[in-house]
């Protein structure tokens, strides 16, 4: 065991084409965790991928005139570069054409037709090749998927079953148990309701299609993408023994979005619950972006392009705005005017704005370094501030603040929670006057402390933000004369606590951190 293992997951990604706003959420939120449980101390794996196998990719690779390796190839290339833009830090990358990866899945396809879970048989019916998906002619929505609205193809072909439907009472014992299996609760409510209609037996090989992980004891048949797929969180770790799949497993969060919580909060434990091994402990589905309050698509041509956007306002602010902007787990709707917003607001008025002030002031007041704070004196005005701020710098930090938003995996919760020491800051500005102080001689004493206090309070809350805004966060710790963060030291906890910065530290004032952007008409 790692000490204190923290495993997380994304989605692995199609490659039938380049990631846009949506995958760069999912993985954005990964990052967040990975970053924030690290800072804590913990043993951090953090997976994602890309999902190269099936119908989808075996088309548009046609349609391109290219092998499915070569659109694999290309689009990888591109992905991995998008990561590392958007200040992605994985520790693996996963491709389900990758060897390590096909001899799992050939190896758990051993494994299940031994234990008697899987048996031959015919399909007939539907299938959507956008989702990958077989659906019942029940499910259809007037002879379209009802998930992506495609046109669903007839398929008949022999197939070999997974006897899902064994699984259902123990799944539905899982759900009762361990509600925190499926997150939000919306989710939750609906996967048990679909379950408690009656699991069906659920196809998992292929004979129409080439482009897949052959099945070892029946070469005609591929296996079906979408176990292909699930299987990469297990054979990153090189399940069975591998040292990784002893240390991590089980996952602690797989994020996804809530379009595929079927596969991953059904399909998935099913699996694994035939392989005897265990689930893992939550699945968080988020929820879907939209753009400019419409539903993106291909043929309307308005995804929002993550590298676009990030050129026009920054990586950070982006990272910030999609994890601020709604409650983690509900829709969203992504407009520039909204970003521009959240920026001028939330980042140049509140943050930015108090880092500048108070290095503007230590430079002023103090020569460039900070002030050793003292005993206030009794009677002084600052006292109550002083006294104010720090309790909320301690509420941060505390059951129900910052802390317990991550733990809950509620971004925009622990972010509104280190706002509150943010914004207790700048009214501390307000409150204690630190250019009156300046005025009287006898009031150094009280100056030294309210200049203290606010780069302390800035320090504190770099350690929060910095997750969230590595790159930025880093500067903003340079202008306060601090070292980067780095993420293999343990900055939480007693770090995070007040009194931690060193006076005559010396601060460097730099440009604004995040200089105004002009409004974008709505
Ligand atoms: N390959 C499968 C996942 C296999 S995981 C074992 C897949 N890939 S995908 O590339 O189509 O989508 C990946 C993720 O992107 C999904 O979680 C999906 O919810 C997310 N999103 C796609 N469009 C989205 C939005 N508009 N908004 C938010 N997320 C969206 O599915």
Redesign the pocket.
């Known amino acids: 065991m790692a000490p204190d293992p923290f495993y997380v997951t994304t989605?692995?990604?199609?490659v039938n084409d380049i990631p846009h706003i949506?995958?760069s959420?999912?993985t954005i939120a990964a990052d967040v965790l990975a970053r924030y449980h690290r800072l804590a101390g913990r043993t951090v794996h953090f997976l994602t991928g890309t999902?190269e196998h099936g119908t989808k990719i075996e088309r548009a690779a046609a349609a391109n005139n290219e092998t499915p390796i070569e659109l694999a190839d290309r689009v990888v290339k591109r992905s991995r570069s998008l990561w590392e833009h958007l200040e992605i830090t994985h520790d693996d990358f996963i491709r389900t054409t990758q060897p390590r990866h096909e001899r799992v899945v050939q190896d758990v396809f051993n494994r299940l037709h031994e234990s008697g879970d899987l048996y031959l048989d015919q399909y007939e019916g539907w299938y959507c090749a956008s989702c990958e998906n077989f659906l019942a002619d029940d499910e259809l929505a007037e002879g379209n998927c009802p998930d992506c609205g495609k046109k669903a193809e007839w398929a008949a072909e022999e197939t070999y079953y997974f006897r899902m439907s064994a699984y259902e009472d123990r799944l539905l014992e899982h759900l009762r148990e361990h509600p925190e299996f499926v997150r939000p609760e919306a989710r939750l409510n609906e996967i048990r309701s679909r379950v408690e209609a009656g699991l069906r037996d659920v196809s998992v090989t292929r004979t129409s299609i080439t482009w897949g992980v052959p099945l070892p004891f029946d070469e005609k048949h591929v296996i079906y993408v979408w176990i292909d797929?699930?299987l990469?969180y297990i054979s990153a770790l090189g399940y069975p023994d591998g040292d990784l799949f002893r240390a991590f497993w089980p996952a602690d969060v797989h994020l996804?979005?809530?379009?595929?919580i079927w596969f991953h909060c059904v399909i998935w434990p099913c699996v694994l619950m035939a392989l005897d091994v265990p689930l893992p402990k939550t699945v968080f589905a988020h929820g879907?972006?939209t753009h400019n309050g419409e539903k993106?698509s291909k043929s309307k041509g308005n995804f929002v392009d993550p590298v676009a956007t990030t050129d026009a306002y920054g990586v950070d602010p982006y990272r910030y705005f999609l994890l601020r902007s709604m409650p983690f787990g509900q829709d969203g709707d992504f407009s520039e005017s909204a970003l521009v917003g959240r920026y001028n607001n939330d980042l140049g008025n509140d943050l930015g704005n108090l880092l500048y002030r108070t290095l503007t002031m230590i430079e002023k007041y103090n020569d460039g370094s900070v002030p050793e704070p003292v005993d206030l004196p009794a009677g002084s005005s600052c006292v109550d501030a002083t006294t104010g701020l720090r309790e909320v710098a301690a509420g941060v930090a505390a059951a129900g603040g910052f802390h317990s938003q991550m733990a809950d995996i509620q971004f925009s919760r622990a972010l509104e929670s280190a706002w509150e020491l943010v914004r207790r800051a700048n009214q501390y500005v307000e409150e204690t006057r630190p250019w009156d102080l300046a005025r009287s001689d006898d009031r150094v004493g009280e100056l030294s402390t309210v200049l203290y206090s606010l780069a302390e309070a800035l320090r504190i809350i770099s350690l929060y933000l910095w997750p969230f805004m590595p790159a930025k966060i880093d500067e903003m710790r340079r202008q306060l004369g601090l070292e980067p963060v780095d993420s293999k030291r343990v900055l939480l906890g007693a770090a995070a606590e007040w009194g931690g910065l060193e006076p005559g530290t010396r601060v460097c004032k730099g440009e604004p951190l995040f200089p105004k952007i002009e409004e974008v008409p709505e």
């Open positions: 989605p692995i990604y199609y949506g995958h959420y999912t999902d797929a699930l990469n996804i979005g809530k379009d595929i879907w972006w993106m």
